[in-house]
């Protein structure tokens, strides 16, 4: 089981090494172990969904493939013709937090971020003059505003992004001046790659 820290109070705090990531979930038949009580009496832990699910199910969890549950950072290392099915953009942004007109950079340097982009490009594609593609163009304007700001680390990606979506017009001359910087910047996390 995954070991847990204490606060200062003696509560249950931050969670060490969980012994899976639950991106990806799935049950046999039957019913649900019961998730609201224990969640209604856990102290605040960074990943609160994930701390539960490792609680509840780290005996009985069995590994799925990549192919079902791949994080970005590995999407390099995979062959173009075997792509997974389904890619978990880990950490708070995300790639639908990008203004699309800076995405260009990341689709020309085939950044983690490129698959859903290509898609996200597909699906408009798709539904071109009709209801549905403008009910996606709406859903996706707001989408550049979801998520909470957060004064911490792991939120500085997400909170460059949603900097950048507020400097309007201003934003692809900061990337542009930025992207001399680019080379302390992590591959695939900031538009300026």
């Not at 931050?14 to 991106?23: R, V």
């Not at 649900?32 to 609680?55: C, I, K, M, Y």
């Not at 982009?117 to 009910?135: K, P």
Request: proline letters at 5%; one cysteine or more.
């Amino acid at each position: 089981m995954a070991e847990r820290g204490s606060d200062s109070s003696g509560q249950q705090g931050k969670q060490s090494d969980l012994l899976f990531n639950a991106g990806v979930l799935g049950w046999p038949a039957g019913g649900r172990r019961d998730w609201e009580t224990p969640l209604g009496s856990l102290a605040v832990v960074d990943t609160q969904e994930q701390f539960l699910f490792n609680e509840l199910y780290a005996l009985t969890a069995r590994r799925v493939s990549e192919k079902f549950n791949l994080l970005t950072y590995r999407v390099d290392s995979l062959d173009p013709n075997d792509m997974p099915y389904i890619i978990h953009f880990a950490g708070a942004h995300k790639p639908w937090h990008l203004r699309r007109d800076l995405a260009n950079a990341c689709l020309d340097h085939q950044c983690p971020w490129a698959a859903w982009f290509e898609a996200e490009q597909d699906l408009h594609s798709m539904l071109n003059n009709t209801s549905l593609g403008d009910e996606l163009r709406r859903r996706q304007r707001d989408a550049l505003r979801t998520g909470t700001v957060r004064l911490r680390r792991d939120h500085s990606g997400y909170n460059f992004l949603r900097l950048l979506t507020s400097l309007g017009p201003v934003a692809p001359f900061v990337v542009n001046v930025l992207r001399l910087l680019k080379q302390w910047v992590p591959r695939g996390t900031h538009p300026i790659h």
